[in-house]
């Protein structure tokens, strides 16, 4: 995989990545239901890293379920969205850019999400 191409095309995708999950009521639903699925996988605040977390949209509800949040991306166009669409949001984020290169996350975190 060309991962140059990969993140060329999602730093030029940021707010549409962003928007994606709320442009209808299918994307709407797919969300919420991901959301639902997650949850229940979810402890009391663990502390979790997003890798290929795109503009953060689910790093929003895992910090407001008081879950320390990791946002991970080849893509640092989406960190930088993501980082100034939260930053008048109280929750914080650790952002983490990283190439193609594999990043190993345990023993720090007690869930993954990918």
Not at 13 to 39: G, M, P, Q, T, V
Not at 70 to 88: M, P, Q, R
């Amino acid at each position: 995989m060309d991962c140059e191409k990969v993140r060329k095309h999602f730093n030029a995708a940021s707010r549409s990545e962003w928007e994606r999950l709320d442009a209808d009521e299918y994307h709407r639903l797919i969300y919420r239901l991901h959301l639902d699925f997650i949850k229940t996988e979810l402890s009391a605040a663990p502390r979790i890293p997003d890798a290929g977390c795109g503009s953060g949209r689910y790093a929003v509800e895992f910090a407001r379920r008081g879950c320390a949040v990791t946002l991970c991306d080849i893509s640092d166009g989406e960190l930088s969205f993501a980082a100034d669409t939260n930053s008048k949001s109280t929750y914080r984020f650790d952002l983490l850019f990283h190439t193609r290169h594999h990043v190993k996350f345990r023993p720090r975190f007690e869930w993954e999400l990918v």
